[in-house]
């Protein structure tokens, strides 16, 4: 059983392009989480969804980010019109249900130029 | 708003020591505790986890502390290795969905 994994491992863009984050959550987790982690910092929470819902994104900017995890494929998380304050490690975590442990991927590197 | 937070945030261990790393938090009405292990380039590792009802439980190693009277949450390694070296987190949550983390103690072991 493949862990969580996130695509790409590291992404550049420049400020004003749009940046897409993949997770794939483990098999037959539906709870899908992101957070967001500065140099020497903890993990801040941003988004929380289930298959199709999104069920809490108060940590979420409101404008330039989204969040989606479709009933097919993986969850993706949008950046657009990316700011240098945006450079950061963005993580996603999996659970089978509320309640369960919640697997970490690898976290994609972004960085913006 | 709620924060969890810990007390040193670097740690200097001789192999084969014990450390205890120590974690505060804030929300009184979380219910549930974990402890992660991060090493650099990679994703948080689960180490162990508590949930409210418990004070103490004891994993390979490890065992976790829970102080509700004062909110205060400890990680204890026995026997370290060169391998525990790492960014240390605690994490809590209420209703066991999302995380709120501390900001991490960097546990280097000394050979």
């Known amino acids: 059983n493949a862990g969580v994994m996130q695509n790409p491992r590291h992404l550049v863009r420049r400020r004003g392009q749009e940046a897409r984050l993949r997770c794939s959550p483990m098999?037959?987790?539906?709870?899908v989480y992101w957070y967001r982690q500065l140099p020497e910092e903890g993990l801040k929470f941003m988004v929380y969804l289930q298959k199709e819902n999104i069920i809490d994104e108060s940590g979420m900017p409101k404008e330039r980010f989204s969040a989606e995890f479709p009933k097919e494929g993986p969850s993706i998380l949008r950046i657009q019109q990316v700011v240098r304050g945006d450079s950061a490690a963005y993580f996603c975590?999996?659970?089978?249900?509320?309640?369960?442990?919640?697997?970490f991927g690898q976290g994609t590197r972004l960085t913006v130029v | 708003g709620e924060s969890v937070g810990l007390h040193l945030p670097t740690l200097s261990v001789q192999e084969g020591d014990n450390s205890i790393i120590n974690c505060a938090y804030s929300n009184s009405a979380s219910d549930y505790f974990i402890w992660y292990k991060q090493e650099s380039g990679k994703g948080p590792q689960f180490i162990i986890d508590i949930r409210s009802n418990m004070d103490k439980r004891q994993g390979q190693r490890v065992t976790v502390l829970l102080n509700k009277t004062v909110k205060h949450l400890s990680l204890q390694i026995a026997a370290t290795q060169p391998g525990d070296s790492a960014v240390y987190f605690c994490?809590?949550?209420?209703?066991?969905?999302?995380?709120?983390f501390g900001t991490g103690t960097r546990l280097t072991i000394i050979p």
């Open positions: 975590a999996s659970s089978p249900s509320t309640g369960a442990e919640a697997f």
């Open positions: 994490a809590e949550s209420f209703g066991n969905e999302k995380l709120t």
């Open positions: 098999k037959g987790h539906s709870h």
